[in-house]
């Protein structure tokens, strides 16, 4: 079943990419991270994922959600399993890759991850952001799958006390998707995620999509 993302905030797509295709990538990203950890970020160096990440299909998939066209500027693997289990809490996704600071009171704090600079975006910002979740394992209910509060992005950014009242007030949908699968994500969406109840990974390509890597003067999205 598709849900239309510009409706709820999120939408499913089943089979979209192969095993085959699953197995080239899983063992393309084999290294990006160790035991233990929970996965990689700066994909978009790793000439697979950018492969992926300009796919005909994804592309598609992001200008369908923006309304207009797509250009892909960060991936992260996220690798949940019995070595690296975590628990995430309710939030919404405003990190943003920016190539430089610049001054502006709607933007920040900043901080430095893995070598790239990021910034806390505003609403109108994120608005032009759609993030591609690509299934490399099946979402089960006992491998910690993402659950997200349906509509909730449709609320701007949210401080912490609408953050509790939005997920006490509304029930929360458990997003599986199978093998292959291709789940899109609201950058404002609430969502979060339990620990695995089992030793089962579930690894996720995690690529974000922008209407444009230009905001406007200074503010340009570095691609990472």
Request: charged share 20%.
């Amino acid at each position: 079943m598709q849900n239309s993302i510009r409706d709820i905030g999120y939408s499913t797509f089943e089979e979209v990419l192969t095993h085959q295709e699953c197995d080239f990538i899983t063992r393309a990203v084999g290294n990006a991270s160790s035991s233990g950890r929970a996965g990689a970020r700066n994909l978009m160096s790793n000439p697979a994922v950018a492969e992926l990440a300009f796919d005909s299909r994804l592309l598609q998939f992001a200008a369908d959600a923006l309304g207009t066209k797509a250009s892909p500027f960060r991936a992260t693997l996220f690798e949940k399993s019995g070595a690296a289990n975590w628990r995430v809490l309710w939030h919404q996704d405003r990190a943003l890759p920016m190539s430089q600071r610049f001054n502006s009171c709607e933007w920040g704090p900043w901080s430095t991850k893995a070598g790239v600079l990021y910034a806390l975006a505003p609403a109108w910002a994120l608005k032009t952001v759609v993030a591609l979740r690509v299934h490399l394992d099946a979402s089960t209910r006992d491998n910690g799958p993402l659950q997200v509060i349906p509509n909730s992005h449709k609320a701007g950014v949210l401080s912490a006390t609408a953050i509790r009242r939005e997920i006490s007030s509304q029930e929360a949908d458990t997003c599986l998707v199978g093998r292959g699968g291709i789940l899109t994500v609201r950058p404002l969406l609430l969502h979060s995620s339990t620990k695995a109840r089992c030793d089962e990974p579930r690894r996720v390509i995690h690529i974000e999509y922008a209407h444009s890597l230009d905001f406007g003067t200074g503010l340009r999205l570095c691609v990472a």
